[in-house]
Structures are given as structure tokens and as C-alpha cells.
T-cell receptor, first 113, second 109 residues
Framework: DAGITQSPRHKVTETGTPVTLRCHQTENHRYMYWYRQDPGHGLRLIHYSYGVKDTDKGEVSDGYSVSRSKTEDFLLTLESATSSQTSVYFC????????????FGQGTRLTVV | KNEVEQSPQNLTAQEGEFITINCSYSVGISALHWLQQHPGGGIVSLFMLSSGKKKHGRLIATINIQEKHSSLHITASHPRDSAVYICAVSANAGNMLTFGGGTRLMVKP
């Protein structure tokens, strides 16, 4: 599993509240990603990081922010949760970028009520 | 039109059958990935391909770069192969993945 841990695994939150999801890796991989998975849309990139303090937006970044202050942790924050952000969130890593295998966390199921 | 298209979307097979799942893409890529997701479960990488063919146990993945097409084959299918199989491509140095919609496979005993 390449030492990837997501927390929490499940969360229910109310509309308008901030939520932070954590992705922790133990193997010093440079690239980390946050994806969301929704029926009918598949998996889509939210944000990614290519090093400490180096992040960039993905396809569906509106309403989300990220931070990476340490190599091992990549945080995803929903600044003010909405029902449209109810989804399953996956963190992933790759070792160097380019032609390298991707490894995924177990996912976080977030429900915004 | 999606950049990554998979077919079929759903597939039901009898145990022991030979299964093929197809993936077509429309962009230049650096690599193509086949992923497996069991119901309620995480996502596992099966293969990463940039050319040719790879085999792991009963699973075989092929890619034709010129035709922008890849296939995932499962020989002697088993009910434990029931899962969603996802094709994804990476197209740049950041290795961000663009995903197909997935193929839901059910293998009946």
C-alpha cells in the first residue's frame, strides 16, 4: 500500500462547516494527489503537490484548498462544505512523476448534510 | 468526448471465461494504468504500461501506442475478480491521472 494513510475514513459534517482531510505517507514520495470519486463522473483530480509547499490546482479545485508543510502530509480542506462535496476522496502518491506507478489510500467517505 | 473511454461499462461473465476490457484514449500519454477497485474498497494498481505487454498471474495488459488503445485480459475468471476496473492515463511529468469511467465486472460461479 506504499504506506499511505487517510484520516478520517468516514465523516459526516454540516453544510457550511470547514473540513480537513489528511493524507499521510511514510516513504518520502515527492508527488501527492487528491482525487474525488463520484457516480457518473469517475475519479477527478482536485489538487496535487510536487514538493513541500509546492501545490497546484486540478480539474475540480473550486471550494478546496491544500497544504503540504512536510513531505509526509498532504492536507485537503473544504473551506465551507456544501452538499455537492459529498463524495469519496482518495489520496494518491507517485514516486518521481513521469512513468511511475501510482498508489492510492483507502479513501475517505465524506457526507455533507 | 472524454479523453479516456472504456468499454464495456458493465460485464457479467461465468466463472472460467476469458474476459477483455478495452480502453481508448485521445491524448498523448507517458503511461497507461490499469486499476482495480472492489466494492467499498480502495484502489489498487494492477499495471502501468508505456509499451507492449505485461502479465501478472491471470491478468494480461497490452497497449498499442499508435492506435491509442489498451486491453486488460483476465484468463480463467473467478468470482473474486468481481470488481470495477479502471483505466487511467498520465500525460506529463506531474503524473496526474485522467481516468476512464470504469468497467464493472461480475463473475458468477
Amino acid at each position: 500500500d506504499a504506506g499511505i494513510t487517510q484520516s478520517p475514513r468516514h465523516k459526516v459534517t454540516e453544510t457550511g462547516t470547514p473540513v480537513t482531510l489528511r493524507c499521510h505517507q511514510t516513504e518520502n514520495h515527492r508527488y501527492m494527489y487528491w482525487y474525488r470519486q463520484d457516480p457518473g463522473h469517475g475519479l477527478r483530480l482536485i489538487h496535487y503537490s510536487y514538493g513541500v509547499k509546492d501545490t497546484d490546482k486540478g480539474e475540480v479545485s473550486d471550494g478546496y484548498s491544500v497544504s503540504r508543510s512536510k513531505t509526509e502530509d498532504f492536507l485537503l480542506t473544504l473551506e465551507s462544505a456544501t452538499s455537492s462535496q459529498t463524495s469519496v476522496y482518495f489520496c494518491a502518491i507517485s514516486t518521481l512523476g513521469g512513468n511511475t506507478e501510482a498508489f492510492f489510500g483507502q479513501g475517505t467517505r465524506l457526507t455533507v448534510v | 468526448k472524454n479523453e479516456v473511454e472504456q468499454s464495456p461499462q458493465n460485464l457479467t461473465a461465468q466463472e472460467g471465461e476469458f474476459i477483455t476490457i478495452n480502453c481508448s484514449y485521445s491524448v498523448g500519454i507517458s503511461a497507461l494504468h490499469w486499476l482495480q477497485q472492489h466494492p467499498g474498497g480502495g484502489i489498487v494498481s494492477l499495471f502501468m504500461l508505456s509499451s507492449g505487454k505485461k502479465k501478472h498471474g491471470r491478468l494480461i495488459a497490452t497497449i498499442n501506442i499508435q492506435e491509442k488503445h489498451s486491453s486488460l485480459h483476465i484468463t480463467a475468471s473467478h468470482p473474486r475478480d468481481s470488481a470495477v476496473y479502471i483505466c487511467a492515463v498520465s500525460a506529463n511529468a506531474g503524473n496526474m491521472l485522467t481516468f476512464g469511467g470504469g468497467t464493472r465486472l461480475m463473475v458468477k460461479p
